[in-house]
């Protein structure tokens, strides 16, 4: 149950994991403030957990994460309007297949903007706040990828292993404080139609680690509380991360390129 006052914000909360991790919380008595594109889907989310929980504070701010004024205005807008963000969800973020030269210079810039800058400003924004608060967490949303070098979803896989490597740094400056950061590094999550294809022309590879987004904020949230560093959902996934440290780099580029220049096609 959440203090009265406090808040977790989830970025990237109209949809899949994000939404997930917003109504796990909400079903855990917090207090949620749902952080999105500006569109529909973020205010019915936002109205359906008003109608479900009414005894609880939700509120939703509509705004483009690619954008770099976006962070402070997250920030602002939560100052003005009083809001203590205790729990902090770093989930907003953008995956792509194909070739590194089919897509524009610009989306790449947009991406890199979204999955690492905002993160980390946001973070950045936060974190002075919630140091003076009892106990606080920070969840941020890397990937399976963010262990492995990947053809065909190159700068994907390493913006994840941005949002891992930093996550991990930070970890280990707050250790002696009341702030948390624990990583989460989902492998084949159903969020919606266009990954559910991209994930059925992976074959049976991907098929066993599916999970839905329930299932894996569940998870994530469990960890969280626990303390835990990393949260891997999903047996086959830790699997598949412990034959990373035994299969050959020549090898493990060769089958990574060969499942994923599927999804370029």
């Not at 504070?57 to 690619?66: E, N, P, V």
């Not at 979204?114 to 993160?119: A, D, H, K, P, Y």
């Not at 894996?216 to 598949?240: D, H, N, S």
């Amino acid at each position: 149950m959440s203090d009265q006052n406090t808040y977790t914000l989830v970025t990237g909360a109209s949809n899949g994991i994000g939404k997930a991790i917003a109504e796990n919380c909400a079903a855990r008595g917090q207090n949620v403030l749902l952080v999105a594109l500006p569109e529909p889907k973020l205010e019915e989310v936002a109205a359906a957990l008003k109608e479900q929980y009414p005894t609880q504070s939700f509120d939703a701010l509509g705004t483009d994460m690619m954008q770099k004024e976006s962070p402070q205005e997250i920030y602002d807008w939560c100052k003005q309007n009083g809001y203590i963000v205790d729990i902090l969800v770093n989930n907003a973020g953008l995956g792509n297949s194909g070739a590194f030269l089919s897509r524009e210079a610009s989306f790449y810039y947009g991406q890199m903007q979204l999955n690492m800058v905002s993160l980390v400003m946001l973070t950045h924004l936060f974190l002075e706040d919630m140091k003076r608060l009892p106990k606080t967490y920070v969840l941020n949303v890397a990937s399976m990828a963010s262990f492995y070098d990947i053809p065909y979803k190159g700068i994907y896989s390493a913006s994840k292993r941005f949002v891992h490597s930093f996550s991990r740094s930070l970890r280990k400056e707050l250790e002696a404080t009341n702030i948390g950061v624990t990583i989460l590094c989902p492998a084949a999550v159903l969020t919606n139609p266009d990954v559910i294809q991209r994930d059925k022309e992976m074959g049976k590879a991907s098929k066993m680690t599916q999970q839905t987004p329930e299932e894996v904020a569940e998870y994530a949230l469990a960890r969280m509380y626990q303390g835990k560093a990393i949260a891997i959902p999903g047996f086959m996934p830790k699997v598949y991360k412990a034959l990373g440290r035994i299969i050959p780099y020549s090898i493990q580029m060769r089958m990574l390129a060969n499942a994923f220049i599927k999804q370029s096609k």
